[in-house]
């Protein structure tokens, strides 16, 4: 039997991120055998091809940041693509897998291993924290080609909301992957695109409707009669006065029963003007159709 034991691989684990090679264990006098019985015993876990960790829950962006550094590790020629170079340039995603990872080396043809989708590189590659990546721009709209309009709405959003990006960029970096396949979900998304949108939950919200084929404002300011602004919600459909409020981001949950009251008065004030306020919550987001049906009943009740 191999003596295996977790003391082992201590000195291994310490190592930048918490992960190792297999280099670095046979350079540490580990043999393959041995790192096999690790990783049988659970003692290990393999992240990618050739590189390993310890055990461990890992939330889905953990998960994301870990694969991407191993990725790295594993191949010296690798640039991060896609949702792990948006995740490596800061900007936030919605629900978006952990794995694939997607990186980008010097190949003909994309190849796949258990946690990793290769493509071949296409673009220069820039510095962020988690290591070599796809520029911000070229990110996003891959992003968006992998994971649909939502998706890349969200996080199109965020940087711009942000300042990372801009419109003009994006547009710029359209024009470089206009003949890719999935190409129109990057083009509809940056023209549905908004940065006044303050969270993803809002930026879905309004890809929704938009598919749905409604024109959406964000950020709708509410006035009186003595054209006094009394509120301020995340959208509203464009000439009428349905509006929408996200709950994901549960604007009042730090400020108590005290905060809770005053949204109530405020929700109570814009009702009395006249508008009709739909509330979206994070769960709805999952179910469109509830979204589209609540906007469609409000619309006919209004008519």
């Known amino acids: 039997m191999i003596d295996v034991t977790s003391d082992l691989f201590g000195d291994l684990l310490r190592l930048p991120d918490g992960l190792f090679t297999r280099q670095d ?27 390993y960790t310890s055990p461990g829950p890992l939330s889905v962006d953990e998960q994301r940041h870990l694969v991407a550094r191993a990725a790295l590790r594993s191949y010296e020629d690798a640039v991060l693509v896609g949702a792990p170079a948006v995740a490596a340039h800061g900007i936030p995603l919605f629900e978006v897998p952990a794995l694939p990872g997607d990186i980008a080396r010097p190949i003909v043809r994309e190849a796949r291993t258990a ?33 649909g309009i939502p998706a890349g709405i969200a996080s199109i959003d965020a940087a711009l909301h942000t300042g990372a990006t801009d419109t003009d960029a994006l547009q710029a970096a359209l024009g470089e992957i206009a ?33 749905a084929g409604y024109r959406v404002d964000s950020q709708v300011r509410i006035a009186d009669g003595d054209g006094v602004v009394v509120a301020r919600v995340d959208m509203g459909i464009e000439g009428t006065h349905v509006l929408l409020e996200f709950d994901g981001k549960v604007k009042y949950t730090d400020g108590g029963p005290d905060a809770l009251f005053r949204e109530k008065k405020r929700e109570d004030r814009i009702r009395s003007l006249g508008y009709v306020v739909i509330r979206v919550t994070w769960a709805d987001l999952f179910h469109a159709e509830r979204i589209v049906r609540a906007v469609r009943d409000a619309l006919a009740a209004a008519a």
């Open 25 to 51: 264990a046979v350079r540490a006098g580990v043999r393959d055998r041995v790192i096999a019985a690790a990783v049988h015993r659970r003692l290990i876990v393999r992240v990618c091809r050739g590189v």
């Open 179 to 211: 003949a890719w396949p999935h190409s129109s979900r990057a083009r509809c998304a940056i023209a549905w695109s908004d940065g006044r949108a303050e969270s993803l939950g809002e930026s879905v919200t309004r890809a929704i409707l938009r598919g």
């Open 115 to 147: 946690q990793l989708r290769i493509r071949p590189l296409r673009h220069a590659s820039v510095e962020t924290d988690w290591g070599p990546a796809t520029d911000l721009p070229t990110s996003l709209l891959q992003l968006t080609m992998d994971h």
